[in-house]
């Protein structure tokens, strides 16, 4: 299922990950399995459920963040993430996601963002910093325990 992508040079965004041939929007271009490496807090760990993060194997941690990305998140049953098309993709694009899509808080990264979409964030932000529309617009392709992370803040809120 890796077969059909590739690490190159992103221009101006060091390693990025690219299609080597097209994908139609459903397609998995990375099917996600973890590593059982131990973990400390690190920029290349993803989260995997409400509390707990980890490391996916092969070219995961080499996707580059967008804003407007083709593709999305999608949790197998392995508890991994696989990397999904949003949209169809043509052979030769680079494949992106958005970091929102399974990290609640994004504390890493405080430079700007340099995905250059018209509707850039300007710096890459978890998905409890998302305006409500880009998490309609992303909805199915969006780790589930973010779902469930909002509604209990809200809950929070509400209490206190
Ligand atoms: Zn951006």
């Not at 998140?73 to 043509?90: F, K, T, Y």
């Not at 700007?112 to 890459?124: K, P, Q, T, V």
Request: charged share 25%.
């Amino acid at each position: 299922m890796t077969s059909g992508i590739e690490e190159r040079i992103a221009h101006g965004r060091g390693q990025g990950v690219f299609a080597l041939g097209s994908f139609r929007k459903g397609d998995i271009l990375y099917l996600g399995m973890l590593d059982d490496r131990p973990i400390g807090n690190h920029s290349h760990a993803s989260q995997i459920s409400k509390t707990g993060f980890g490391f996916h194997k092969g070219l995961s941690s080499k996707f580059n963040h967008s804003c407007d990305p083709n593709c999305g998140i999608i949790l197998n049953e392995s508890g991994g993430h696989n990397i999904v098309a949003m949209r169809d993709i043509a052979a030769e694009d680079e494949a992106t996601y958005d970091y929102a899509m399974r990290n609640f808080r994004i504390e890493h990264f405080t430079s700007s963002c340099g995905c250059g979409h018209a509707n850039c964030r300007g710096s890459i932000t978890g998905w409890k910093d998302l305006p409500q529309q880009r998490k309609e617009d992303y909805a199915g392709f969006v780790a589930p325990y973010l779902i469930e992370m909002d509604v209990e803040s809200a809950a929070d809120r509400k209490q206190t």
